[in-house]
């Protein structure tokens, strides 16, 4: 009956965990001037060394979940619409427009974040973790990361208007219960980088110029 037991405890445990994910999530202030123009976004595309695998794309880590490179910049795109259209960045933003006065389309060049546990926490001491994280608030984990997208305005007949890029790096080190946890700082560094493309596009007189035509 013991090792009934053991067993029950441990699925119990197991179907407990859950994996950790990143989920796109792009807050920007509000806009100011806003574009006078309808803007419609087309796709996101990854840069070929993320779909390839040859360069991390998304949450990497012990216990993070996978997803597929099109899938994450598919939802990359639509939270970057939706933050665009919260801030008021266009008049008008939307995945198709009969009429648009402008074409949004964008390349993630890099989107990652990397965390794991700290070289000293892998010490086989009882219990060595918890006191560091708990009692000497030592910080257990490492995590670094990137967010650089490039997007592209162009005229609803496919010239270009203008190129902007925003980045954002991040490298540090957290205790994964409280603070931020793993996902977050690359939001963070995201909407850093959006917010730096945001500013870009609001400068650009040639914007203002295309959209009062």
């Known amino acids: 009956m013991h090792w009934l037991l053991a067993s029950g405890l441990l699925l119990a445990a197991t179907a407990g965990c859950t994996k950790a994910e990143f989920v796109p999530d792009i807050s920007l202030p509000e806009a100011r001037p806003i574009i006078d123009a309808t803007a419609e976004f087309h796709d996101m595309y990854p840069a070929p060394a993320l779909i390839s695998g040859k360069e991390s794309f998304g949450l990497t880590g012990p216990d993070a979940k996978q997803v597929p490179p099109r899938e994450l910049a598919h939802q990359v795109r639509d939270e970057l619409m939706d933050a665009f259209d919260q801030a008021g960045v266009f ?48 910080k257990t984990h490492a995590t670094n990361g990137e967010a ?44 850093e980088a959006v917010h730096q493309i945001q500013e870009k596009m609001l400068r650009d007189a040639r914007l203002r110029t295309v959209a009062a035509r």
Do not use: Q
């Not at 006065?101 to 086989?124: A, C, F, K, Q």
């Open 91 to 138: 008049s008008k933003i939307t995945p198709f427009d009969r009429n648009p006065d402008l074409i949004l389309t964008g390349r993630i060049n890099s989107l990652y974040e990397h965390y794991r546990p700290r070289m000293w926490t892998r010490v086989p001491l009882p219990y060595a973790g918890k006191i560091a994280a708990d009692i000497l608030n030592w």
């Open 148 to 191: 650089d997208l490039t997007l592209f305005l162009l005229t609803r007949d496919g010239k270009l208007i203008g190129t902007y890029r925003g980045s954002s790096t991040f490298d540090e080190n957290f205790n994964p219960t409280g603070e931020f946890g793993p996902g977050e700082r690359l939001n963070r560094a995201l909407t």
